[in-house]
């Protein structure tokens, strides 16, 4: 049997609850499906999804529901651990496709008070709030490499989810380590 593992080996932590604390979620479970029709058939599913693109809503259960355009959707589950079972390459409908994004992105979690103005040493895009508001999505780059930010509530604390290839997972992980290393109190 395979095993997954996610290709960072340590979490970051902080004593202090105002501190930046990066962690790797990449071992939680994230699908998703792209198409036409993607919307129409996750809402047939029960799920709420975002008002347009480039958003990111809460469901009922927990999971996270991130719209990256009109036809791709992804389902992240951070309360559920990954398995190793690759999605069907079948369609769930015509031209509808699941997809499958365990093996392609690491999860990378940035959470504490600090995190838009470190984020804003290595992205061009404004995180701060309101210009990034909870709830918004950004496709971007950050120290040169293509990233998915999404800004969202774990429990009551807002955070940053930043999906990257798995292939520079360890170099956006120290890049973020060095930069939050900065905000140490």
Same mark, same amino acid.
């Given at each position: 049997?395979?095993?997954?593992?996610? +290709?960072?080996?340590?979490?970051?932590?902080?004593?202090?609850?105002?501190?930046? !604390?990066?962690?790797?979620?990449?071992?939680?479970?994230?699908?998703?499906?792209?198409? %036409?029709?993607?919307?129409?058939?996750?809402?047939?599913?029960?799920?709420?999804?975002?008002?347009?693109?480039?958003?990111?809503?809460?469901? %009922?259960?927990?999971?996270?529901?991130?719209?990256?355009?009109?036809?791709?959707?992804?389902?992240?589950?951070?309360?559920?651990?990954?398995?190793?079972?690759?999605?069907?390459? !079948?369609?769930?409908? +015509?031209?509808?496709?699941?997809?499958?994004? %365990?093996?392609?992105?690491?999860?990378?979690?940035?959470?504490?008070?600090?995190?838009?103005?470190?984020?804003?040493?290595?992205?061009?895009?404004?995180?701060?709030?309101?210009?990034?508001?909870?709830?918004?999505?950004?496709?971007?780059?950050?120290?040169? !490499?293509?990233?998915?930010?999404?800004?969202?509530?774990?429990?009551?604390?807002?955070?940053?989810?930043?999906?990257?290839?798995?292939?520079?997972?360890?170099?956006?992980?120290?890049?973020?380590?060095?930069?939050?290393?900065?905000?140490?109190?």
């Amino acid at each position: 049997m395979i095993s997954l593992r996610s +290709p960072i080996s340590t979490q970051s932590s902080a004593s202090d609850s105002t501190a930046l !604390v990066l962690s790797d979620l990449s071992l939680c479970r994230r699908s998703g499906v792209r198409g %036409q029709g993607a919307g129409d058939w996750l809402e047939a599913q029960g799920y709420a999804l975002p008002a347009m693109p480039n958003q990111i809503v809460s469901s %009922q259960q927990g999971d996270l529901i991130m719209s990256l355009s009109h036809r791709e959707f992804w389902l992240l589950q951070p309360e559920s651990g990954a398995d190793n079972m690759a999605a069907s390459s !079948v369609a769930v409908s +015509p031209g509808l496709w699941p997809l499958y994004c %365990q093996h392609s992105h690491a999860w990378l979690l940035l959470a504490g008070d600090a995190r838009a103005e470190m984020m804003a040493k290595l992205c061009g895009v404004d995180l701060s709030e309101p210009a990034f508001s909870v709830g918004s999505v950004a496709q971007t780059q950050v120290a040169r !490499v293509s990233t998915v930010i999404a800004h969202h509530r774990r429990g009551t604390e807002a955070v940053f989810s930043l999906f990257v290839d798995q292939s520079l997972a360890v170099y956006l992980w120290e890049v973020l380590d060095d930069a939050r290393a900065e905000f140490a109190v």
